[in-house]
């Protein structure tokens, strides 16, 4: 066989071994392509660095005092910024913003690939390093849907993550390169890529001292240039936008963001995370570790001074990085209000240590085994025993990025919602997704995570929040399922739920919290009947005075918010309304009013709760026998909707009382009723 025909062999072995990678890159491109272009939000803080950005460009700035019109994220400008000053150009939109974080992630596979793949490291076998750093990104690729599909977002994650990956290759092959002021130069250029990966996410600091432990190990003397240049765009950072911001910068970037409760337990879990996910990928980063160490013990030929081969100088870095980088995923994760793309740094720096084990593992095994027979023959196939265990993994972690797409329905549904908003008169608040009211023509106001940021543990106050609500400043403010109404008592005291969104106008997000707008809240303002109509009960009362009760299911007087089991209620207005909620559902009562004059042409009432109308239901009595009975409508949950009985001559001028039913036990068995009016 020629050396022809046996290199053609064994380039398309490796190939071979690289195919389950780019399976797992093909899977990538497909999530990020059916993502790319969403005009709305796929995780819910996306809107909200928009409106970072859209800060910078209407020049006010993003780290102010807290107020009901923003307070920054936690984090370093650098992302917004760019977003800012590229949105001037390209326009300010959710595509910009993802369409940076996947040049970013491009970026970062461009440095992998070369970080390993370098003619400077006289690799044996090309196709070896080349599989190996396919590997390594195939392996990155299968953890998108673990961390939750973060790479392709209008965040600063996937930038950061480019940037500290960038620094550290950029250490290796820059630091003892050139001569004279050029060599400082690169040295210096290092520095300022490390410095500015703190601007994006405070915790590039791990990677400037990373970095510049690669500058000491391998070009000591240049250490102080390092040290000057992240000292001067560090340092002088923090304290020019300190004192540009009234110290505002650093109250927001370290102290708001060190008050946040830390979890020992998610701490230490966290290594298991990491380190167990892809147990082939920390098996052999150890193993290669330990042959790593062997070939540095071995006793050096006569003559010559023990060094490793040069081979093993990717693999280096990047366990050194990896290291580093599951520290810091452990503290992220242990954080407050964290998600699993804390550990994004790990699993990248991971992979790529794993994908340059392998040729390293081929230079180690063939000293190792010395001038014996078939020393290459060795080398490669151990090299190609960890290629396999590598590509086995991305074959078993394969996944399906139809989950991570939205649907046409979304983008339908986000173009009906966003319609509503634009048709709402005065200003609107939505704390979840501030950008839908820039889509919708209007001013976007502070994010929901901006509000929990700087109150939750900690006694900061919100400017102007409490007297928003309480003036009733915006004509509607629009809720996910899970948001602020839960969490500031004056949103239930100013606003009522109003409007329950159909699931026509609910957009999904796809990373992060799974929350969905959900409802419509307007101010808690007495009813204003129209002209001609009495109020007979509006339910405003704090218990039964005038009204006969029997079991307990209607409590002790009528309600102003959901009870325990129950959905939450919309369509009253006022402050209260009756509810049959008390005890459950399984709870049953009766409560009949005083008697009143049926002096007009119609009674209407609004009714809620169940959807079986014999046992939940509202009867009207005249002359001691039921007139009229009605119960909710059909398609039941706590939505009042109006109930109209018209009212014959022959009833006309007499009395009659109402007596609310709930004689219902299932599910669902209870009854929700407001505004009695009638009407001329």
């Known amino acids: 066989m020629t050396n022809r025909v046996r290199r053609a062999i064994e380039v398309t072995a490796w190939l071979a071994l690289a195919i389950p990678a780019l399976y797992q890159l093909g899977l990538l491109t497909s999530a990020i392509g059916g993502r ?65 974080s996947v040049l970013s992630l491009v970026g970062i596979a461009a440095v992998g690939i070369i970080s390993i793949c370098a003619p400077r490291f006289r690799h044996v076998s090309k196709a070896a390093a080349l599989t190996g750093s396919l590997l390594a990104l195939g392996l990155f690729a299968a953890v998108y849907p673990y961390v939750e599909g973060w790479y392709d977002l209008v965040r600063a994650d996937t930038l950061f993550l480019f940037l500290i990956t960038a620094g550290l290759a950029a250490a290796m092959f820059w630091s003892n390169e050139g001569y004279g002021i ?13 410095a500015f990966s703190f601007f994006t996410k405070q915790t590039g600091i791990m990677y400037v001292l990373l970095g510049g432990i690669v500058v000491l190990i391998v070009a000591w003397r240049r250490l102080s240039t390092y040290i000057a240049v992240t000292g001067i765009i560090g340092l002088g950072g923090v304290g020019l936008m300190n004192a540009t911001t009234g110290g505002w910068f650093w109250v927001y970037v370290r102290k708001i963001h060190s008050a946040h ?20 990928l920390t098996i052999l980063v150890a193993i290669t570790l330990v042959l790593v160490l062997f070939t540095w013990l071995r006793p050096p030929a006569k003559g010559l001074r023990r060094e490793l081969p040069r081979q093993t100088r990717p693999f280096l870095l990047w366990t050194a990085a990896f290291i580093v980088s599951t520290i ?19 699993f990248l720096h991971g992979a790529l240590a794993a994908g340059a084990a392998i040729p390293a593992l ?20 151990v090299a190609g025993v960890a290629a396999l265990a590598l590509a086995i993994t991305c074959i078993h972690w394969r996944w399906e990025p139809a989950r991570f797409k939205p649907t046409q329905a979304d983008r339908a549904a986000g173009d009906l919602l966003v319609k509503r908003i634009a048709a709402i008169q005065g200003e609107v608040w939505m704390p979840s997704h501030p950008w839908y009211l820039v889509l919708a023509g209007k001013q976007p106001h502070v994010h929901r995570m901006g509000i929990k940021d700087v109150t939750w543990r900690q006694n900061r106050i919100v400017l102007n929040l409490k007297e928003s609500l309480g003036s009733h400043r915006f004509s509607a403010i629009l809720f996910d399922n899970r948001d602020l109404f839960t969490e ?100 049953t009562g009766r409560v009949t009013s005083p008697s009143f ?35 909710p409508p059909s398609l039941g949950g706590d939505v009042l909707r109006e109930l109209t009985w018209e009212l014959g001559e022959e009833v006309r001028g007499k009395t009659g009382t109402l007596v609310l039913v709930d004689d219902a036990t299932a599910a669902d068995g209870h009854l929700d009723v407001d505004d009695v009016w009638l009407w001329d």
């Open 362 to 381: 081929a230079a180690c095994s063939a000293i190792l085994w010395g001038a014996r027979k078939h020393s290459m023959l060795v080398a490669q196939g």
């Open 328 to 346: 810091v995923g452990a503290i992220g994760w242990g954080t407050e209000f964290a998600h699993f793309n804390a550990y994004m740094p790990a």
């Open 597 to 631: 004059t049926l002096d007009g042409s119609q009674l209407s009432l609004k009714l809620g709760g169940g959807t079986d109308a014999t046992k939940l239901r509202v009867e009207l009595w005249v002359d001691g026998q039921i007139y009229k009975s009605g119960g």
């Open 36 to 100: 790319i272009a969403y005009p709305y939000d796929l995780e819910w803080m996306e809107g909200g660095l928009l409106h970072h950005a859209l800060r910078f460009q209407q020049g006010h700035g993003i780290y102010n005092v807290p107020s009901v019109d923003f307070i920054p994220y936690l984090y370093t400008p650098l992302y917004p910024a760019l977003l800012a000053t590229l949105g001037g150009v390209f326009g300010l939109t959710y595509t910009l913003g993802r369409v940076l």
């Open 261 to 280: 409760d830390f979890n020992m337990d998610r701490f230490w879990k966290s290594y298991g995370n990491i380190l167990w996910h892809f147990r082939a």
């Open 488 to 587: 500031v008592p004056e949103v239930r005291e100013f606003y009522r739920p109003a409007l329950k969104l159909p699931a026509n106008e609910r957009p999904h997000l796809y990373t992060g919290a799974r929350i969905e707008p959900d409802s419509i809240w307007v101010p808690a303002l007495p009813p204003h009947p129209p002209k001609g109509v009495k109020v007979i009960f509006d339910f405003e009362t704090t218990n039964w005075t005038g009204w006969t009760k029997s079991g307990a299911a209607w409590g002790n007087g009528p309600e102003s918010e959901s009870l325990p089991g129950q959905e939450l209620v919309y369509g009253t207005t006022g402050q209260r309304y009756a509810n049959s909620m008390h005890g459950g559902d399984a709870a």
């Open 182 to 194: 050029r060599g400082h130069g690169r040295v210096a250029a290092v520095a300022a890529i490390l």
